[in-house]
């Protein structure tokens, strides 16, 4: 039987925000499946603010994405139909053939996962690629017992996860985020031992009423002004992960930097980028401390979930406009 697939493709390059007129929804029907292929059903993709540089005509760690081609990103898919050994329908995997309902896809492109997890959208969260950057990052700088460790961005997929290893790893947790309901899931489900709405305080007093004695560690989300007030608040030979910079992902023209540049010498401090897959050799590392932590109920999974993949470019853009808590995923299937 043919198979029909809804697909979202790049139609034209964001200026700014991007908006509807920059995406398509196509339908197309999928072609036989050949030997050494697999045909998967998509349940959840992944949206995250990453998505939005590759959809610049610009060179970055990852390449473009192409205009008129379906866009990419995480997914948790079912197998339905395969032609490859190690694959067999009912079969839970994960792949990058995010953005459209089905997909074929050989075995290089899947990696097969537990369906005895739940939910299996935990696979692009806690237990996926923004749950190992957060472990990354804290494992890059050698967070430990006793840091005082500021999170922005907090409460996203990548924020509420760093925090909540933190706090596993006996450190004093601060995070910032972008209202009061944000602020209550920090500080009553993710144990974070301070949290301040930047939009009725800013960060430069938040970080002085919170940590008054200074921050070992920041794990910035968000860039622009809130990275130039961390760097007034660290401390001497404070560590600093560069995972992202949101605050300035849809500006049509670079940002003026932090203008306290001076403080890296003053302070000695240490700045890294983080990029995830520069890790990937570590991915069994990671599966088997926060696989661990999830399975004993020691952390948390949060999510906002948009159903549907007709709505799925309003999830992409929900992520600038703070309406998720956790990881947005959008369910394409039940």
């Known amino acids: 039987m043919p198979v029909n697939s809804r697909e979202i493709r ?172 944000k602020i209550k899931f920090l500080l009553d489900e993710c144990g974070f031992d301070v949290a301040f709405n930047y939009r009725t305080q800013s960060v430069a007093e938040g970080l002085k009423a919170s940590a008054p004695d200074g921050i070992d560690v920041y794990f910035d989300n968000v860039g622009g002004e809130t990275l130039e007030a961390a760097l007034t608040a660290m401390r001497v030979h404070g560590r600093i992960i560069a995972c992202g910079s949101i605050s300035g992902y849809n500006n049509e023209a670079p940002a003026p930097g932090p203008r306290n540049m001076m403080y890296f010498i003053s302070k000695r401090l240490t ?18 401390e926060v696989g661990g932590y999830y399975k004993a109920g020691k952390i948390r999974d949060k999510e906002t979930v948009v159903q549907g993949i007709e709505n799925a470019v309003g999830a992409f853009r929900g992520l600038f406009e703070g309406d998720n808590i956790g990881k947005m995923v959008v369910q394409l299937a039940k």
């Open 271 to 288: 700045m890294k980028g983080l990029i995830v897959s520069d890790w990937m050799d570590r991915q069994g590392e990671f599966v088997k």
């Open 10 to 181: 790049l139609a034209s390059r964001p200026k700014g925000m991007p908006t509807a007129d920059n995406f398509t929804m196509t339908t197309t029907e999928l072609p036989s499946l050949q030997a050494e292929q697999v045909l998967v059903r998509n349940l959840f993709m992944s949206v995250d603010p990453y998505m939005r540089g590759r959809m610049n005509d610009a060179r970055s760690y990852v390449p473009p994405f192409a205009l008129g081609e379906p866009l990419q990103g995480g997914v948790v898919s079912e197998v339905v139909e395969s032609r490859a050994e190690g694959f067999k329908p009912g079969d839970v995997v994960l792949s990058m053939f995010g953005w459209r309902e089905y997909a074929i896809a050989t075995p290089r492109d899947l990696r097969i996962v537990s369906r005895e997890i739940e939910p299996l959208s935990v696979y692009l969260g806690t237990l996926g690629m923004t749950g190992m950057t957060a472990w990354a990052g804290l494992t890059m700088v050698d967070a430990k017992a006793g840091d005082v460790v500021y999170i922005s961005g907090a409460a996203g997929a990548v924020g509420n996860v760093a925090g909540q290893l933190a706090k596993l790893r006996g450190c004093r947790v601060i995070g910032s985020a972008s209202s009061d309901a």
